[in-house]
């Protein structure tokens, strides 16, 4: 691993002193330095620009890191940049003391424990927030069932993740090493521009990283058609990847040409393509849906019973809103679908009372919030720009709220997130395990399961497909393979009939 040098590590303690950095936190804060100069060097990027923080972050998610280690690596990152002296500087003088607090191992850092982690995209170089008065209220058990939590600031249309292997180690070759600093803030500039989804910008970015990787840092003006056609074969022969992610890879380098650098990489004549493979959905028999419900605690039941109840998907269940639910009309509006859709679906009778109670929840805690003085909850895009009490108004609030306030270091301020999806998934997997199932369970089987029993109950395709928010019935058609064919009288032709 490259090592940071003495000097550098002295001025970064001086920005976690600055910053009031808790003693047990540092060893995180330390190991993410590490990591970051490492991967600074093995990827040809300056450590001492803001831009190569992004990229850093891409390959975080890559190694399957979870959100709050990556808010806490963005949080330790920053201050080391600003301790990383400008290129012809010379950096200031520190007393051997000072670098001597570093950790003696990396597997000493490693095995370090950190408190509660830091919120994403907050500057640490801001002082802690004073203690508030904690106020008691009655809580369902969902404040007790997470772990830890795990700040998350939303970005403007969505949540982020994006988990598709390691990026190749080669070295860059001698002569090469151009920084790709200025693409990676196009690229970013030409995804916000479309409205896309930040894991579409995620999932872009991070296959910028391996291409970039895989061509050693050439300069962009060097690149032509056969570098991308070379790589997408590499994906298919060396990495065997699917072909939905040599697709995705396709499609992230297609936009990078034609929408950064201005120019088309033609026909790829002679590209191995990855061999597609037929899916069946995992779809769970009625007797083994009402087992795992049955094994779901508060508040992970009722999500359950809306992830199956509904056909749902994850994060279109842990981004609803009050103001989503009718239960007069019994009625669920799903905003923001994917694809940036909206739809509606019948609400299941048998939920109605657990959506009542959380309901009723949310109002207590909406209370409690409105007394502590927290800035409101988050807004999707600039709604909170065109309506500015929205964030604090009982409408707008998470139906499944986080147990924790989030603190934005930036803006000084404590705002309220939902229900980290990674804790749904936990939960469910668990509650399959002691459930018995042996298939494998995801909160995404509960959406599979929804499609096919209501194929088994004689439901057409068109009206599943609009409960499912499907935009091409082709997409529907998967759920045909996970029903039996039933064949009610011999088949004859229709001639015969008349």
Known sequence: MQQVPAEIWAAFERRLDQAQVPADQRPNYHKWGRFYFD??????????????????????????????????????????????????????????????????????????????????????????????????????????????????????NGGLRAVLGSAPTTPPAPGHGASWQQEYRD??????????????????????????????????????????????????????????????????????????????????????????????????????????????????????????????????????????????????????????????????????????AQMEFVRRLHAQDLAAGYAGVFLPRQLEKKYKNAAREFIWQWFFPAANLTWIAAARERRRYHLHDSHVQGAVKQAAARAGIPKRVSPHTFRHTFASHLLLANYDLQTIQRLLGHSDIKTTMIYLQTVPSVTLKEAKSPLDCL
């Open 39 to 156: 991967f600074c060097h093995k990827y040809v990027h300056s450590p001492a620009a803001p831009t190569s923080l992004g990229p850093f972050l891409t390959k975080l998610a890559s190694k399957n890191q979870s959100v709050g280690q990556r808010s806490q690596a963005a949080a330790a990152v920053r201050l080391l940049i600003e301790a990383v002296p400008e290129p012809g500087t010379t950096p200031p003088s520190r007393p051997a003391t000072a670098a001597a607090r570093q950790p003696a191992t990396l597997g000493q850092a490693l095995r370090a424990r950190s408190s509660p982690l830091p919120p994403p995209a907050a500057r640490a170089a801001q002082p802690p927030p004073p203690p508030q008065p904690q106020r008691r209220i009655p809580e369902p058990p969902q404040a007790t069932r997470q772990d830890r939590p795990v700040a998350q600031v939303p970005q403007s």
């Open 187 to 356: 690229l970013e500039a030409a995804i916000l521009l479309r409205n896309y989804s930040p894991r579409t910008l995620e999932a872009y970015r991070f296959w910028l990283v391996k291409f970039q990787a895989f061509v050693r840092s050439r300069p962009t003006a060097e690149l032509a058609g056969q570098e991308v056609r070379g790589f997408l074969s590499d994906l298919a022969v060396r990495q065997r990847v699917a072909a939905s992610t040599q697709n995705q890879a396709f499609n992230a380098l297609l936009f990078f040409y034609r929408h950064v650098l201005r120019r088309e990489f033609g026909q790829l004549d002679g590209v191995v393509r990855a061999k597609r493979h037929r899916y069946v959905p995992v779809v769970l028999s009625r007797s083994e849906v009402e087992a795992l419900l049955g094994q779901l605690q508060p508040p992970y039941h009722l999500v359950g019973l809306l992830l199956y109840g509904c056909g749902l998907r994850l994060n279109e269940c842990v981004n609803l809103r009050v103001q989503c639910f009718n239960l007069d009309s019994k009625l669920l509006t799903v905003h923001d679908g994917k694809g940036q859709q909206d739809r509606t679906v019948p609400l299941p009778g048998r939920a109605l009372a657990e959506i009542r």
